[in-house]
């Protein structure tokens, strides 16, 4: 990853085109004030976002999701977002995420329930060029990071 961050709640960073956003537990208004702050920073560094919600992590509260829409208005790329788990916690987060999406009107908005899955389908938007193997590589090492702070 380029130009990572990564905290105790959330790590982010920029691989070639897709900034990262890996939530490791519930967003805090300040945490995605800063996750958002980030991406905005980097608006001309990446084509997708890419938002792995780790299973367990809550839904965002309401200061959180404010900063989201946010973030949906002004970033009108696509977004391929993974809330792994299953069960109703992990339906509750996706079913947050299509809410954003809906009040913000973000049409280019991919749910998925696999980290995995959603990364097969970055060749979609990048173009058949784009390296999976590496991307999946990258994803690991940033989940393996684990950062101090928030």
């Given at each position: 990853?380029?130009d990572s961050?990564?905290?105790?709640s959330y ?5 070639r085109?897709?900034c990262?956003?890996m939530?490791?537990?519930r ?10 702050r980030?991406?905005l920073?980097?608006?001309?560094d ?5 938002v792995v ?7 965002p ?9 946010r ?14 788990g299953?069960?109703?916690l ?18 280019a908005?991919n ?26 590589g ?5 989940r ?5 702070g928030?």
């Amino acid at each position: 990853m380029e130009d990572s961050v990564v905290t105790p709640s959330y790590a982010i960073g920029v691989y070639r085109s897709v900034c990262v956003l890996m939530w490791r537990a519930r967003p805090s208004a300040e945490a995605a004030r800063d996750a958002v702050r980030f991406c905005l920073d980097h608006d001309r560094d990446f084509t997708v976002l890419f938002v792995v919600v780790q299973e367990g992590v809550m839904p965002p509260g309401e200061e959180a999701r404010d900063q989201f829409s946010r973030l949906a208005q002004a970033n009108r790329r696509p977004v391929f977002a993974t809330v792994e788990g299953t069960g109703f916690l992990g339906a509750a987060v996706r079913a947050a995420l299509t809410g954003i999406a809906f009040v913000t009107r973000h049409r280019a908005l991919n749910v998925f329930r696999e980290t995995d899955d959603a990364a097969m389908a970055l060749p979609v938007v990048l173009g058949s060029g784009f390296d999976v193997e590496h991307f999946r590589g990258a994803l690991a090492d940033l989940r393996a990071e684990r950062g101090e702070g928030r």
